[in-house]
C-alpha cells in the first residue's frame, strides 16, 4: 500500500462563457477522469476527492490542483467524506474491505476486513470517528471505532430501500430492523450506541425510513404493495398513518420539506401528495396530467437549432450561447397553452414500471418543490409550495438523468445525458453548452455547498462549472 503527497499540478485553465442574456459568466474547469462517478466535495467545500479506479485523489476545489494521492488496494465501490472534513472512507465491496485516509496525516491510514461474511454497505457516522458496515445477506451492521477501535454489532437490519438514517443533528440513529417475520424500528444513541427506543411497526414489508429535518417525526413507509405512511414521535408513540388508497401500487417517494412543515409522498398513481406537519392530513395533491391546461404555470420548452437559422419561430426565452462558438444551439420556447406532454407506456410484465413519482426534491428555502414522473421522462415540474400550484414545467429533447437545487438559492440544475446543463429559477430558464473536447456528457451532477459551483458527471470523466453568484435570483 502506498501513500504519498503528489507533486502539485498547474493550476486548470478555465474557459470562460458570457451568456449575455442572462449577463451571467460561467466558468468551465478542464476535463478530468473518474471512475463509477465517485467525485465528492468535502463537508467544509474545500476539496474535491475523486476516485480514479483504485486511487483516490483529493483536490482543491478553487485551484483544482493535486493535494493528496492514495493508493487503495482495489478498485472503489463507494466513497464518502467525514463530516469533518479530515477523513475519507473508500469501500472495496468486492473485497469486503474499507479504507480511511486522513486529510492531515498522510502517512496514517486505516483498514477494515470484513472477511468471509462479506459487505454490502459502508458509511460515517456522524461524528466522523465511527463506521458502519452493513455485511452481506444483512446479517449484521458493524460499527467500527476510529478512536478507541471498539466494535459494536447490531442484529437484523432490514435490507430494504433505505434502512439506516440518522436525525439531523446527529444525536440519533434510526434503523430498519426484521426478525420473526415483523418489521420494526430501533432507535439509537450516536454518542454510546446504545438502544434508546424499539417497537414495532404496523407494516407489512417497511420498505424506508426518514427523519424530519427538525428531528422531531420519523416517517416510516410500507412497499409499493400496501400504500401506508406512518409517522412516529422519538419516543416511539404512532401520531398518524396516511393511506391514500388500496389494492394498487402505492408509494414510490417520500421526502420532506426543509422547514419539516410538509412531508411529500411520490405514489405510482402519478401524484404527489402533500401532508403538514400539524394534523399530518393531506392538504393538497400535485397532478401530472399529460395535456397541461387552464393553468398560470409556465411551460419551458427545449429546442434544438443550428445557427444562421431565420428566427421567425416562436419567441425565445433566455438565449444561452452566441452562435459562432458551438454548431448545435440549445434554448427554450415558451409554449402556448394547452401543451401535450410525452407520454412513455410502461412495460407491465417489467418488476419495476415505468411509472409514477420517482424523484421529490424541495428547494433549500421550502418554497418550490421538483418532481418526475417516470413515464413523462423528459419533463420535470417545479410546484409552488406557497400558492401550493404548479409554477412551471421544462421539457426536455432527452430523458432527465438529475436534477438538484442549489443549497442557497431556488435554483435548479438538471442535466439530460447530453452536452449540455440547464438551470432553472423563478426568473427564466438556461441551457448552457459544457464546452469541453470529445463531447462530454452530463450524466449526473452536484451542487457546491456554497452554491457558487456544479460538479459535471460524466461516464468516465467530471468538469466543474463555476458560476458567477452577483447576479442572484430574488
Given at each position: 500500500?502506498t ?8 493550476v486548470s ?7 449575455n ?6 466558468n468551465f474547469?478542464?476535463?478530468?477522469k473518474?471512475?463509477?462517478q ?5 463537508p467544509?467545500?474545500?476539496?474535491l476527492?475523486?476516485?480514479v479506479?483504485?486511487?483516490l485523489?483529493?483536490r482543491?476545489v ?12 482495489d478498485q472503489v ?11 475519507i ?5 468486492n473485497r469486503?474491505?474499507?479504507q ?14 470484513e472477511?468471509s461474511?462479506g459487505?454490502?454497505s459502508s458509511?460515517w ?7 458502519l ?7 449484521r ?5 476510529l478512536?478507541?477501535?471498539a466494535v459494536s454489532?447490531i442484529?437484523?437490519p ?6 439506516i438514517?440518522?436525525s439531523r443533528d ?10 420473526d417475520c415483523?418489521?420494526y ?6 454518542d454510546d450506541?446504545h438502544?434508546l427506543r424499539h417497537f414495532?411497526?404496523e407494516t407489512?414489508?417497511?420498505?424506508g425510513?426518514?427523519w424530519?429535518?427538525?428531528g422531531?417525526?420519523?416517517a416510516?413507509?410500507d ?6 405512511v ?9 401520531l398518524s398513518t396516511y ?12 421526502s420532506?420539506s ?11 398513481d402519478?401524484k404527489v ?5 400539524i394534523?399530518w392530513?393531506k392538504?393538497t395533491?400535485?397532478?401530472?396530467p399529460a395535456?397541461?391546461?387552464n393553468t ?6 427545449e429546442?434544438?437549432?443550428?445557427p444562421?437559422v431565420g ?5 425565445l426565452h433566455?438565449?444561452t450561447?452566441?452562435?459562432t462558438l458551438?454548431?448545435t444551439?440549445?434554448k427554450y420556447?415558451i409554449c402556448?397553452l394547452?401543451?401535450?406532454?410525452p407520454?412513455v407506456?410502461p412495460?407491465?410484465?417489467r418488476a419495476?414500471?415505468k411509472?409514477g413519482i420517482?424523484?421529490?426534491?424541495f428547494?433549500?428555502?421550502?418554497r ?5 414522473n417516470d413515464n ?6 417545479v410546484?409552488?409550495?406557497q400558492?401550493?400550484s404548479l409554477e412551471a414545467v421544462l421539457?426536455q429533447t432527452?430523458?432527465v ?5 442549489d443549497?442557497?438559492r431556488?435554483?435548479?440544475a438538471?442535466c439530460a445525458g447530453?452536452?449540455?446543463?440547464y ?5 427564466g430558464c ?5 464546452p469541453t473536447e ?8 452536484n451542487?457546491?455547498?456554497?452554491g457558487d459551483s ?9 468538469c466543474?462549472?463555476?458560476m458567477?453568484?452577483d447576479q442572484?435570483d430574488?
Open positions: 500500500m501513500n504519498h503527497t503528489a507533486p502539485v499540478s498547474p485553465h478555465h474557459r470562460h462563457i458570457t451568456r442574456s442572462c449577463d451571467c459568466k460561467m474547469s478542464e476535463v478530468f473518474q471512475t463509477n465517485l467525485c465528492k466535495v468535502s467544509d467545500g474545500k476539496y476527492a475523486t476516485c479506479q483504485y486511487r485523489v483529493v482543491d478553487s485551484t483544482l490542483q493535486i493535494l493528496q494521492l492514495y493508493t487503495c488496494l465501490s463507494h466513497m464518502e467524506w467525514s463530516s469533518d472534513s479530515l477523513f472512507l473508500c469501500a472495496m465491496y469486503g474491505l474499507v480511511v485516509w486522513s486529510l492531515e496525516q498522510p502517512d496514517w491510514h486505516c483498514k477494515i476486513d472477511g461474511i459487505l454490502v458509511r457516522s456522524p461524528d466522523g470517528r465511527h463506521i458496515n452493513t455485511t452481506e445477506f444483512h446479517l451492521v458493524t460499527v467500527w471505532s478512536c478507541t477501535k454489532y442484529k437484523y432490514k435490507a430494504c430501500q433505505k434502512g438514517d440518522f446527529g444525536r440519533y440513529m434510526a434503523l430498519a430492523e426484521r426478525r415483523k418489521d424500528v430501533c432507535v439509537f444513541v450516536c450506541w438502544l414495532e411497526t407489512q414489508d417497511l420498505a425510513l426518514e424530519s429535518p427538525n422531531c417525526v420519523l416510516v413507509w412497499s409499493c404493495l400496501e400504500y401506508k406512518l409517522l412516529y414521535s422519538l419516543d416511539g408513540r404512532l393511506s391514500a388508497y388500496e389494492w394498487s401500487l402505492g408509494v414510490k417517494s417520500v420532506w426543509p422547514s419539516s412543515q410538509f412531508l411529500a409522498i411520490g405514489s405510482y402519478e401528495r402533500i401532508l403538514n406537519h394534523t392530513k392538504i395533491q400535485f397532478e401530472h395535456i397541461i391546461d398560470k404555470a409556465t411551460v419551458y420548452k429546442a434544438e437549432k443550428r444562421g428566427s421567425d419561430e416562436m419567441p433566455n438565449i450561447m452566441g452562435a458551438f454548431n444551439q440549445s420556447e402556448p394547452p401543451v401535450q406532454i407520454v407506456k412495460d407491465p410484465d419495476s414500471p411509472i420517482s424523484v421529490l426534491a428547494s433549500s428555502d421550502s418550490y418543490l421538483a418532481t418526475k413523462m421522462a423528459t419533463a420535470v415540474w410546484w409552488d409550495m400558492k401550493m421539457e432527452s430523458a438523468r438529475c436534477f438538484q437545487w443549497p442557497l431556488p435554483r435548479l438538471l447530453n452536452t449540455k446543463l438551470l432553472w429559477s423563478p426568473g438556461v441551457s448552457v453548452q459544457v470529445g463531447g462530454f456528457q452530463v450524466q449526473s451532477l451542487w457546491h455547498c456554497s456544479l460538479i459535471l458527471l460524466g461516464k468516465e470523466q467530471l466543474l462549472c463555476y458567477d453568484t442572484e430574488k
